[in-house]
């Protein structure tokens, strides 16, 4: 999201009718956001003398989340500049036999660098998810819902992402680069469920005991 750019305005662009920003830039939002919220959990944790033991983990959770929310933000133009390039593949003239070759290969290569953004999306969530797994164990278990929001997020905003990279998957012609896409897709939504699981399942039973 663009510095000068405040988050109403964001939205107010994303339920417009321009195409951009998107689902790809929501994504990258919502990742920001369970960023955030699993760094909020470890500073509530850090200098506690109840929590003394894990002081050092929770310090490095926040120095990790503030690192994941720049480039979580970062992503968010990466990914409307992406898509641009998509848009302006597909308005290229299209009325000679060579024309349409030009066309098509620019659209092709417009595709693929369209994937990176989203998937990028998708490695930060997880990553985002490792520091909910953590926050959820062992942070104040005052604030352990908001770890579990954190988790929630995370694999929602790698699921979200993931279905933008499929949009641009589905129009590839490489059948090779189509088929790795996938599969890094398919294995970053699993990792995002199981670490959503493991994080909730400590939620849940902190919550049972306070």
């Known amino acids: 999201m663009a510095e000068q750019r405040t988050l109403p305005q964001f939205l107010e662009a994303l339920g417009s009718s321009a195409p ?41 959770v926040i120095e990790k989340a503030t690192g994941l929310r720049e480039l979580l933000l970062a992503l968010i133009e990466e990914d409307e500049r992406a898509y641009a390039g998509v848009s302006a593949a597909f308005r290229l003239p299209k009325t ?31 990553d985002v998810l490792d520091l909910a797994v953590e ?41 090779a680069t189509a088929a790795l896409a996938r599969e890094a897709m398919v294995t970053l939504e699993e990792r995002a469920t199981a670490l959503r699981e493991h994080a909730m399942a400590s939620v849940h039973a902190r919550m049972q005991r306070t």
């Open 135 to 175: 926050v959820a164990a062992s942070g104040n278990v005052s604030v352990v819902s908001d770890a579990g929001c954190a988790a929630l997020i995370g694999e929602a905003a790698a699921r979200a992402a993931g279905l933008n990279v499929l949009a641009n998957v589905v129009l590839l012609r490489d059948e």
């Open 96 to 126: 000679t036999d060579d024309e349409r070759a030009l066309r098509d290969a620019a659209v092709q290569v417009a595709l693929v660098a369209a994937m990176q953004p989203p998937l990028q999306v998708m490695q930060r969530a997880c």
């Open 20 to 60: 951009t920003p998107g689902g790809g830039a929501a994504s990258a939002l919502a990742a920001a956001l369970a960023a955030a919220l699993a760094e909020m959990v470890a500073r509530l944790t850090a200098g506690r003398a109840r929590y003394q033991e894990v002081d050092a983990a929770m310090r490095a």
